[in-house]
């Protein structure tokens, strides 16, 4: 199994930047994706964007509009997100995932059924 846990969230104005951090241990020489989500009160968990362990290739939710970077750190088997120019409706739990290699129903790095582990999630709240 892996095991996620997430820090760097926090309360910030408009306009500032946060990163976070996901750090995974136990198998995760079994990842081959990772991912970042996140779920606002009363809303469905959406996709914010996802990297491919093996390649590097990155992929982002539209929503994002260009102002998060997703990123690893194979050495320290730790998963970033940087965001910058947040906004108050950027304020959601933001949740880590990881995909393991293995048959799965789908191929969409964006979709949460694409993940087999998740972490407990960090809570960023951006005021106005």
């Known amino acids: 199994q892996v095991q996620l846990v997430e820090s760097g969230g926090g309360l910030v104005q408009a306009g500032d930047s946060l990163r976070l951090s996901c750090t995974a241990s136990?198998?995760?020489?079994?990842?081959?994706?990772m991912g970042w989500f996140r779920q606002a009160p009363g809303k469905e968990r959406e996709s914010v964007a996802a990297i491919s362990k093996t390649t590097g290739n990155t992929y982002y939710a539209d929503s994002m509009e260009g102002r998060f970077t997703i990123s690893t750190d194979n050495a320290k088997n730790t998963l970033y997100l940087e965001m910058n120019n947040l906004k108050p409706e950027d304020t959601a739990v933001y949740y880590c995932?990881?995909?393991?290699?293995?048959?799965?129903?789908?191929?969409?790095?964006?979709?949460?059924?694409?993940?087999?582990?998740w972490g407990q999630g960090t809570q960023v709240t951006v005021s106005s």
């Open positions: 995932a990881a995909a393991n290699f293995g048959t799965r129903s789908t191929n969409d790095w964006l979709s949460p059924t694409f993940y087999d582990n």
């Open positions: 136990g198998s995760t020489f079994r990842i081959f994706t």
